[in-house]
């Protein structure tokens, strides 16, 4: 099977940044996209941010400028770097993986644990 862990979360106060990652592990055969969510208390889930195997990134509107996502293939790792970070940023930030396990295998959704961000003065 295919394991996500995360690091990097922690408190931050307004304006400073964070270095958020995930690491897959397992059964890997591609890798299509890497993707960060997150879910602040009392609101849905919401994209942030992804990026694809050839390295095509997009960004919310809600962090583009702010938000930097970045990828090392060789290591199966997804970083997303949080600059200028805002109170409003808070939330819980999980990575998903889009890949298969097999050569001709379907590509499937995997999830890390989820890492909290809080920005707070």
């Known amino acids: 099977q295919v394991q996500l862990v995360e690091s990097g979360g922690g408190l931050v106060q307004p304006g400073g940044s964070l270095r958020l990652s995930c690491a897959a592990s397992?059964?890997?055969?591609?890798?299509?996209?890497m993707v960060w969510y997150r879910q602040a208390p009392g609101k849905e889930r919401e994209w942030v941010a992804s990026i694809t195997s050839g390295g095509d990134t997009n960004y919310a509107d809600s962090v583009k400028g702010r938000f930097t996502i970045s990828s090392d293939n060789a290591k199966n790792t997804v970083y997303l770097q949080m600059n200028s970070l805002k109170p409003e940023d808070t939330a819980v930030y999980s990575c998903n993986f889009r890949l298969r396990t097999r050569r001709f295998g379907t590509v499937g959704s995997f999830w890390g644990q989820g890492t909290q961000v809080t920005v707070s003065s």
């Open positions: 397992g059964s890997i055969f591609s890798i299509n996209a």
